[in-house]
């Protein structure tokens, strides 16, 4: 298969995050690996006729939680995404908690980032073939789609809180106590990983995208030692699914709004030569 193969087909997109690496419903979707001028990337395409036909599912982590987050590559990922026909995408990622209000078990549905990643490849721009872009951030996620998760949350059972702000440590180690502090009073709710430059790359190709965290631990220093709870993610697991699926089918026949048009800028297809470049690149790549 190749990408110019499957890119007119639109498909919704879905990453799984730690403990997601799967869709339970594994029967129905095969594994392909899409090349990309970024490398290659690997991905889940639901099966022709069968109930997942629309949907592309990729592990952030690989099938078997053996790529870390420094190391996941994000513009592969990203691109694989657009050119298999996604345009609306939903992501989970694990946390840690910084916030009293949302203890480990709990999801929330960010709305705000702070990036405090760093050696990471972190832009399609890079000043090479595609120039230079200065993608608007000032919002990381698509209001569309976390309006249309909060909506459904409810119906599987998941009682998400709808906004707060994820400050992305570049890992893989955890954070010293005094991090963690200082990003409470930056503003941070929960810590993670993976959320950048995943998020940003998604608005610089035109996706729409959004992100629920689900906390697995107390940050550390929050509440004495840091210590897991994989369980509290397990409980949850089992209602991502349905609940993404039923959000990204239904943001998709929503009426778009100016927003939804400036988060959907995609400047890889309205820039013609992005696109004949993104071309090219794909071509060689
Ligand atoms: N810090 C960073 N990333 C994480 C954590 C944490 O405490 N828990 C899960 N992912």
């Known amino acids: 298969m190749t990408i110019s193969d499957t890119a007119s087909t639109p498909r919704i997109g879905i990453i799984g995050g730690t403990g997601v690496e799967m869709p339970d419903e594994g029967d129905h979707f095969a594994e392909s690996l899409v090349p990309t001028p970024f490398g ?38 990203i691109f694989a995404l657009h050119a298999l026909g996604a345009r609306d995408v939903l992501a989970s990622f694990a946390v840690g908690s910084i916030a ?19 050696g990471r490849e972190h832009t399609f721009f890079d000043g090479g073939e595609l120039g230079l872009f200065h993608v608007p951030f000032t919002e990381p996620f698509s209001r569309a789609l976390r309006g249309q998760i909060i ?14 702000t994820y400050v992305c440590c570049n890992g893989p180690r955890f954070e010293t106590a005094a991090e963690i502090r200082m990003f409470g009073q930056l503003g941070a709710d929960v810590v993670g990983m993976t959320a950048m430059p995943e998020a940003a790359l998604a608005r610089e190709i035109g996706l729409r995208y959004a992100g629920v965290a689900i906390s697995v631990n107390w940050a550390a220093g929050v509440r004495g030692a840091l210590v897991l709870d994989m369980a509290a993610l397990e409980g949850i697991r089992g209602r991502l699914f349905p609940l993404f699926l039923e959000t990204l089918r239904a943001v998709g026949t929503s009426v778009h709004n100016e927003e939804d048009l400036i988060e959907r800028h995609d400047a890889f297809s309205t820039r013609p030569e992005i696109a004949t470049a993104a071309a090219r690149q794909v071509r060689h790549g």
């Open 100 to 118: 009293e209000h949302i203890p480990p078990g709990g999801a929330m549905a960010i709305d705000q980032i702070i990036d405090f990643t760093y």
């Open 151 to 164: 909506d459904l949350a409810p119906r599987f059972g998941l009682n998400l809180i709808p906004s707060g």
């Open 40 to 77: 290659e990337a690997r991905v889940f395409l639901g099966v022709p006729d069968g109930p997942f036909a629309d949907v592309v599912f990729l592990s952030r982590h690989g099938a078997n939680h053996d790529i870390p987050p420094h190391k996941v590559n994000y513009r592969a990922n």
